[in-house]
Nanobody, 115 residues
């Protein structure tokens, strides 16, 4: 069974940084892609960053130049380094892994950007 466990969320001041981690059960190579999504209150879930296996990284426009998605194959872990955080980045961040036509999700970790 696929399980995704997120960590690293918390409260940070505007301009600060956080690194989110997602440990994926099994090998990351078993999946077509992994990524991070977020959902703010009253808004639709949106894609933040995707790292396909063997493909180029994809970022939503609002985080380009500030966020970096990466992976550690040996640790089966996907990371999201978030720099220059803004209040509008406040959301629950969800880790995602895709295999064939199936999506798997973590339970989410809350990121709050506030002074």
């Amino acid at each position: 069974q696929v399980q995704l466990v997120e960590s690293g969320g918390g409260l940070v001041q505007p301009g600060g940084s956080l690194r989110l981690s997602c440990v994926v059960s099994g090998s990351i190579f078993s999946f077509n892609a992994a990524g991070w999504y977020r959902q703010a209150p009253g808004k639709e879930r949106e894609m933040v960053a995707i790292i396909p296996i063997g493909g180029s990284r994809i970022y939503t426009d609002s985080v380009k130049g500030r966020f970096t998605i990466s992976r550690d194959i040996d640790k089966n872990t996907v990371y999201l380094q978030m720099n220059s955080l803004k209040p509008e980045d406040t959301a629950v961040y969800y880790c995602n892994a895709r295999r064939s036509a199936s999506d798997y999700w973590g339970k989410g970790t809350l990121v709050t950007v506030s002074s």
